[in-house]
C-alpha cells in the first residue's frame, strides 16, 4: 500500500519559515501530479499548491508568492517552502497524491486525490 509520510510541520512566529516534506512513492513523484492541502479548525480541507510531472506548479492566492512546492526526483520526496509565514496559515497541512494522471486535475485544488498523508500541523503565533 502506497503511503505518503509527511514531516516538517511544528510553531514559529509570524514572518517565519517553515519546509514541510513528504516522502512518497517514486513514481507518485516523478509521474504524477501531487500536491499541499491545509485545513484550518472549522474550516473544510483547501488545495494550496501543486506540482504536475512536467513540474507545472499552481497555487492558491493566499499562499502565492509565499509558498514554492518543490520536488526531489532522486529521494522521492515532495516540500513545501513557507515563507512570510502568517497567522492565518495556521492548518493541518496534508500531502496529496493523483497517482495516475501527470496532469493536475484542477491545478492547486487537486480535484482528483488517491492518496493522502496522515497530516503535519503548522501554527503561526503573531
Known amino acids: 500500500q502506497v503511503q505518503l509520510a509527511e514531516s516538517g510541520g511544528g510553531s514559529v512566529q509570524a514572518g517565519g519559515s517553515l519546509t514541510l516534506s513528504c516522502v512518497a512513492d517514486?513514481?507518485?513523484?516523478?509521474?504524477?501530479?501531487m500536491g499541499w492541502f491545509r485545513q484550518a479548525l472549522g474550516t473544510k480541507r483547501e488545495g494550496i499548491a501543486s506540482?504536475?510531472?512536467?513540474?507545472?506548479?499552481s497555487y492558491a492566492d493566499p499562499v502565492k508568492g509565499r509558498f514554492t512546492i518543490s520536488k526531489d526526483r532522486t529521494k522521492n520526496i515532495l516540500y513545501l517552502q513557507m515563507n512570510d509565514l502568517k497567522p492565518e496559515d495556521t492548518a493541518m497541512y496534508y500531502c496529496?497524491?493523483?497517482?495516475?494522471?501527470?496532469?493536475?486535475?484542477?491545478?492547486?485544488?487537486?480535484?482528483?486525490?488517491?492518496?493522502w498523508g496522515q497530516g503535519t500541523q503548522v501554527t503561526v503565533s503573531s
Open positions: 506540482t504536475d510531472s512536467n513540474d507545472r506548479t
Open positions: 517514486g513514481y507518485y513523484v516523478k509521474s504524477t501530479c
Open positions: 496529496a497524491a493523483d497517482g495516475v494522471r501527470p496532469y493536475c486535475v484542477g491545478d492547486h485544488t487537486l480535484q482528483k486525490v488517491n492518496q
